[in-house]
């Protein structure tokens, strides 16, 4: 072994390779690093010089030297993460790791975090941005920078990080939300007659899992449930109202709200109806969730999405697509004059909270108490709904949503039973 300079030495591995050490103190203790072949004496010289240069610059508060090589993936996988899977409900976990994951850590994992500057973080902008990265993502991701960064400030000696860079990106603007979709009563009906007799499900279970099928878009769009919520609740939650106090999270239920606080919802007639033809079918107990796999489990983040694209959207299309014929059909067309132009683009989250939101306006419920029904504020509900509520602001004929939704039931149910889709 031969020394070459003060801190560094060379020496021969066992199969022959030549590698060079960085030594120094730190806090009194002895630390070493070696160097391999490809960075070899060049790597190790400018290893030292970086470890003498933090010696000398922090006065005593030395940043360690492994700082100086931790890259921004090392230090979200070992210190960011856990805190982050800790601190976030399951949904928004898995949100934030498939971000960070897609547009974070490709195209700035390898760096090394202290050397991640402003100027970085908008090279890194500039190429999601012309990727095609949409606003709404992009901002979602400097959050998550943001995040990371303001962690690493915190631990100054083991990351060399002394401040948030992200501070200083220029954020997209957050645009205005689009009108949301509101679709009256006749079109719920029609999309869960299309989901009750033209069900997508398999196996024995079909009928009672088309039945819940059905039920999860009436009670959306009867209650202003979301739909973690409504995926949440049991048969004791629906005992002359509906009690919303937990929801789906990921693969979990959790026992809160989005807004961590519980509510209460009236149970109108014709969904205590629906609730009491599936409960007489299934014989579900007071603890049983209501919507639930046949293995008598809850619904997971999984069975959500496959309902959405295989059953929910399907049903959506089949009722875009047959509208015209369906109305020319009826005894008097001229009375059905919605559109349903785009419907198959709908969420489940229109169909059922936003129309919901419209149905309760146009019967003429102020907006203190609509919003807390839906368990958000006023502004909210004032800034999302200020269309329909300038059309129902000089009506002075207020609707009755349950004859409003039982006349819609007749026009399309026709001598079937709404609840179950037999012959009444």
């Known amino acids: 072994m031969a020394r070459q300079e003060q801190g560094i030495e060379w020496y021969l591995t066992p199969s022959g390779e030549k590698r060079y050490r960085v030594r120094w103190r730190e806090r009194g203790r002895q630390k070493s690093r070696s160097f391999a072949r490809l960075t070899g004496e060049g790597g190790a010289r400018s290893f030292r010089a970086e470890v003498s240069r933090a010696q000398e610059q922090s006065r ?193 239920v959790v026992e809160r709200t989005k807004t961590d606080r519980g509510r209460v919802a009236p149970l109108l007639k014709p969904l205590a109806a629906d609730l009491a033809a599936l409960r007489r079918s299934s014989g579900d107990g007071p603890m049983d969730f209501v919507f639930q796999k046949p293995s008598g489990d809850h619904w997971r983040e999984t069975d959500w999405r496959n309902y959405r694209s295989r059953h929910f959207v399907a049903a959506l299309e089949r009722v875009e697509r047959s509208w015209s014929q369906w109305r020319d059909a009826l005894e008097d067309p001229g009375g059905v004059r919605e559109s349903v132009a785009g419907l198959s683009t709908t969420r489940p989250y229109d169909l059922g909270r936003h129309t919901h939101s419209a149905l309760m306006l146009a019967s003429g419920m102020t907006l203190q108490r609509l919003a807390r029904i839906q368990g958000h504020s006023i502004r909210v509900l004032d800034e999302t709904y200020s269309e329909q509520l300038a059309e129902y602001e000089d009506r002075f004929d207020p609707i009755e949503p349950v004859a409003e939704i039982e006349a819609a039931r007749r026009l399309v149910w026709g001598e079937l039973d709404p609840s179950t889709g037999e012959r009444s």
């Open 60 to 252: 005593g508060r030395a940043v360690e030297p492994a700082a100086l090589g931790l890259t921004l993936a090392v230090f979200v996988a070992d210190a960011w993460a856990p805190r982050a899977k800790r601190r976030l409900a399951a949904k928004s976990w898995e949100t934030t790791s498939r971000i960070y994951d897609k547009h974070i850590l490709h195209q700035l994992g390898g760096l090394p975090i202290a050397e991640v500057d402003v100027e970085a973080l908008v090279g890194w902008q500039d190429e999601r941005e012309a990727a095609g990265v949409g606003d709404p993502t992009l901002i979602k991701a400097i959050g998550i920078l943001s995040s990371i960064f303001a962690e690493a400030a915190r631990r100054p000696r083991s990351t060399g990080v002394g401040a948030n860079p992200v501070a200083l990106l220029e954020k997209p603007s957050v645009r205005r939300r689009q009108r949301p979709l509101v679709w009256g009563p006749i079109v719920v009906e029609r999309v869960r007659r299309q989901l009750l007799s033209e069900s997508r499900r398999v196996g024995a279970d079909k009928p009672l899992a088309a039945l819940r099928d059905t039920l999860l878009v009436a009670l959306m769009a009867m209650t202003g449930c979301r739909p973690g919520e409504a995926l949440a609740l049991r048969w004791l939650d629906l005992d002359g109202r509906v009690s919303i106090e937990r929801a789906l999270s990921g693969d979990e």
